[in-house]
Nanobody
């Protein structure tokens, strides 16, 4: 069972930045892919950013130019750098890492952006 531990959430003013981290208990060097999702109150979970094993990256239109997904294989960690945050970015953010035997979710980290 792979464990994913997220951190880096918090309260920030609009226009501010946060960096979320997703530390995996197993190596991410050969993962099949990773993604960050979010669920805002009263809304369905949505994909924010995704990275394939080959390095292809995709972003939701709402975060393009503001968010950046990246990885550090040495630390088995996937990051989400969030800049120019807006109140509508307020949500619980979850990471997902897919391995050959299945995908795993973190516990979620709350991001609150005040206006």
């Amino acid at each position: 069972q792979v464990q994913l531990v997220e951190s880096g959430g918090g309260l920030v003013q609009a226009g501010g930045s946060l960096r979320l981290s997703c530390a995996a208990s197993e190596s991410i060097f050969r993962f099949n892919g990773a993604g960050w999702y979010r669920r805002a109150p009263g809304k369905q979970r949505e994909l924010v950013a995704a990275m394939s094993s080959g390095g292809t990256i995709n972003y939701a239109d709402s975060v393009k130019g503001r968010f950046t997904i990246s990885r550090d294989n040495a630390k088995n960690t996937v990051y989400l750098q969030m800049n120019s945050l807006k109140p509508e970015d307020t949500a619980v953010y979850y990471c997902n890492v897919a391995y050959s035997l299945g995908g795993y979710w973190g516990q979620g980290t709350q991001v609150t952006v005040s206006s």
